[in-house]
């Protein structure tokens, strides 16, 4: 979960690349409403805790578990608002808890994806597709990729500093008006370069690796 931050300045650094901003994202599903009735029951809308960074959407107080024949995860938090897609979104380490190969994928890019099982207080959801590991990807607005020469580039890497620094790669570029510019990646990527929300890490163009 990413919490709001006011701070959206955008920082340019030596060679030409860009800092951003980074938003570890944990566990978490998104759901239509169809779903979110099914498992919280009818009429049921879900209750904002915290805006995210994202505009529009936020953490809700809503949880389900994930369930598969091998194990479970319970407590994985529900974001809002409600979208055209029920889509589970999980780390590697996950994957490997609940014994699913779950492909590496873009949001909202389901088919095909993992089957898993939703359990909620009133309901329960087979997903025969649906559960996904994230790509690494940074949001921008079109301004936003103007002005950092990002513009017709779909990906870039992305250095990082510190004690277990080293380069991202394949870090999709998500150019959308309705943005907030900040890179996000999971747990597993987080704990391998003891990365924190809100740590900047560094932009490197295709033209400028080295």
């Known amino acids: 979960m990413i919490v709001q931050n006011e701070n959206h300045d955008i920082m340019t650094c030596g060679g030409g690349n860009m800092k951003v901003t980074v938003g570890?994202?944990?566990r978490h599903v998104h759901l239509?409403?169809?779903d979110l009735e099914t498992l919280f029951g009818i009429g049921h809308e879900l209750t904002k805790v915290k805006d995210i960074n994202q505009p529009g959407q936020f953490a809700s107080a809503e949880m389900v578990t994930l369930k598969t024949e091998k194990n479970e995860i319970k407590k994985v938090r529900v974001l809002g608002p409600v979208r055209p897609y029920t889509q589970?979104?999980?780390s590697?380490?996950?994957a490997f808890t609940l014994g699913l190969k779950p492909p590496m994928r873009e949001s909202g890019d389901v088919v095909g994806s993992a089957p898993i099982t939703l359990i909620g207080p009133n309901g329960t959801i087979d997903l025969k597709e649906g559960?996904?590991?994230a790509t690494r990807h940074i949001h921008a607005t079109k301004e936003d990729a103007k002005r950092l020469g990002l513009e017709g580039i779909d990906k870039v890497s992305?250095?990082?500093g510190g004690e277990k620094g080293g380069v991202m790669e394949n870090v999709s570029v998500r150019v959308a008006d309705n943005s907030y510019y900040e890179m996000h990646i999971d747990t597993?990527?987080?704990?391998a370069h003891f990365i924190s929300n809100g740590d900047e890490v560094e932009i490197i163009l295709p033209n400028a690796k080295n």
């Open 188 to 191: 597993d990527d987080a704990n």
């Open 24 to 26: 570890v994202s944990n």
């Open 88 to 90: 589970v979104e999980i």
């Open 131 to 133: 559960c996904i590991i």
């Open 92 to 94: 590697k380490t996950d």
């Open 32 to 34: 239509t409403k169809e």
């Open 158 to 160: 992305v250095r990082v």
